[in-house]
């Protein structure tokens, strides 16, 4: 044991070593220290919650999707190469060390834990959000303890499931239906209650609350020991929170005692995470692509001239992909679940307050983000402004679209003013372009993408910052004028805001592609 902690207490050194030698890195990191304490007062001294606007049920059933995605995820996982608990280093120190299997492996889940709990650290930002559903900031904190909890079960489960079904086609294929049976009889409840109730919210509530979608293991377990313990019931909370725990040391018994050289079914998702972040340091995008789909080559070629060109490679490769272009499956996906949260919170603010906090991490998947990890945006001889205008116009039209469906739809189920509308759907469609242009002001300063990894949380407090003097106008102005004329001038001025500070930072990134050293991104 002695030799992990000296490669814990000796990573941390050259860590710090490496911060005071970095003096704005530095500074940038105690800014989320900062950000990190205030989040600890403000679980002590925020008291509850006022006016409760989504029922408590609801955000039960939202939390049971997001752990769901998850739980998705990990199935596809564990069936193709397990998940990844180490880091390449570790393979070349460890692996080939005289210590004791279990002993890595109890290394390797303390490095789960800080993954988890760095991967899971914006949801300490969503007390607005979360407050809608009358929780406070002690919630905020328990569900990130209950997200926490699933997402190292999820990951420990992805190497057993690797562990159990590597190289057995049979196996794999019972692990696939058992998945799906754990969701069949939820699903059937919820027709049946859909088919005959006359009260739709009555029906879905039943739904939530009802034993078959509770009982799902890790999904169910989870987001139903968050929300009774959010309700005061201790402890039948504690229970489900329990049943994951259980569950988790169950699964790491497995792979102590079954099969103490796990090594291989660790190396194999430890060597793809490796390769995909050498691929995109090396600014091979292609090579960090995670599925065998074959592409229909429904035409080719490419027109534009320029920057523009890169606009119309997007075009070409969006409905290669899809046949409906801007509407993927996630897209329709967004725009569903927002109309169903609009048909039941009957405020469009609140489903824009939610799509506002995904797009923050959304923004640095899309394909304008992608080309600065590759050479040929640097080569091309227009100044940096038409290259980022060009290379983000598929998202700002891919944005603008989902903004009209969502809000045009939204409004009309809702029963909102048509002006709320045209104001949630601007200030969503100019938040990217304040989005973006924080991307590359720090790409201009930093040299690194702060949207990925772990300088994320960097990213979100420069988001927080940029937009807080926009939003204490819009409410100001708002809530002075009130009603729902002071709904539709707040969203205007935060609108007007958002591309003010958008273009500003486009003005102050002039250069950000002028240089042929590419960035990468940051873990």
Request: glycine share 10%; aromatic share 12%.
């Amino acid at each position: 044991m002695g030799s992990l902690f000296y490669i814990i207490l000796k990573s941390a050194k050259n860590s710090l070593k490496e911060l005071l030698r970095k003096p704005g890195k530095l500074v940038m990191y105690l800014l989320v220290l900062l950000a990190m304490v205030g989040v600890i007062v403000a679980s002590i001294f925020t008291k509850a919650a006022g006016k409760q606007v989504a029922p408590m049920f609801l955000f039960k059933g939202v939390f049971f999707a997001f752990i769901a995605m998850f739980f998705v995820a990990t199935i596809r996982n564990g069936l193709s190469r397990g998940d990844t608990i180490f880091e390449m280093n570790d393979v070349n120190l460890l692996f080939v060390s005289p210590i004791n299997p279990r002993k890595i492996l109890l290394y390797g889940l303390l490095r789960l834990m800080k993954t988890c709990f760095f991967a899971g650290f914006f949801i300490l930002f969503q007390a607005n959000t979360l407050a809608l559903f009358g929780i406070d900031y002690g919630g905020v904190l328990l569900a990130f303890g209950g997200y926490m909890l699933a997402m190292m079960v999820l990951s420990i489960g992805s190497l057993v499931i690797y562990n159990v079904t590597h190289g057995n086609p049979a196996r794999k294929r019972a692990v696939k239906i058992a998945a799906c049976l754990l969701f069949v009889p939820a699903v059937i409840y919820l027709i049946v209650k859909m088919l005959g109730a006359a009260d739709l919210l009555a029906a879905l509530e039943a739904v939530i609350a009802s034993p078959f979608l509770s009982y799902i293991p890790i999904v169910g377990w989870t987001a139903s020991g968050v929300s009774l313990l959010l309700t005061g019931e201790l402890a039948a909370g504690l229970l489900y929170f329990a049943a994951d725990a259980l569950l988790g040391v169950s699964l790491v018994t497995y792979l102590m005692l079954s099969k103490t050289d796990y090594y291989e079914d660790t190396l194999v998702a430890t060597e793809t995470a490796f390769e995909k972040k050498r691929a995109m340091a090396e600014g091979n995008m292609n090579g960090t692509a995670t599925s065998n789909k074959k592409v229909k080559v429904a035409k080719t070629g490419i027109s534009g001239a320029g920057a523009s060109a890169i606009f119309r490679k997007h075009i070409r490769e969006s409905f290669r992909e899809n046949r409906f272009g801007f509407l993927t499956v996630a897209s329709v996906l967004m725009i569903a679940g927002s109309l169903v949260m609009a048909y039941f919170v009957k405020d469009l603010t609140v489903v824009l307050q939610i799509l506002m906090w995904m797009q923050v991490f959304l923004i640095s998947m899309g394909r304008g983000m992608k080309e600065t990890y590759s050479h040929y945006i640097y080569m091309i001889p227009e100044s940096s402004f038409k290259k980022m205008l060009w290379s983000n116009m598929e998202v700002f039209i891919k944005t603008l679209v989902e903004s009209v469906l969502i809000f045009g739809l939204g409004a009309l189920i809702a029963g909102s003013s048509v002006f709320v509308g045209i104001g949630c759907a601007a200030v969503f469609t100019l938040f990217s372009v304040m989005l973006l242009g924080i991307n590359y002001l720090s790409m201009r300063i930093t040299g690194a993408d702060i949207s990925m990894g772990m300088l994320l949380m960097i990213y979100m407090i420069a988001v927080l910052v940029i937009i807080a003097p926009g939003l204490a106008a819009a409410l100001i102005v708002g809530f002075g004028i009130g009603g729902t004329a002071g709904t539709v001038v707040g969203l205007f001025i935060l609108a007007a805001w958002e591309l003010v500070a958008g273009l500003a930072c486009f003005a102050l990134s002039k250069g950000a592609l002028d240089w042929c050293d590419m960035v990468a991104p940051r873990k």
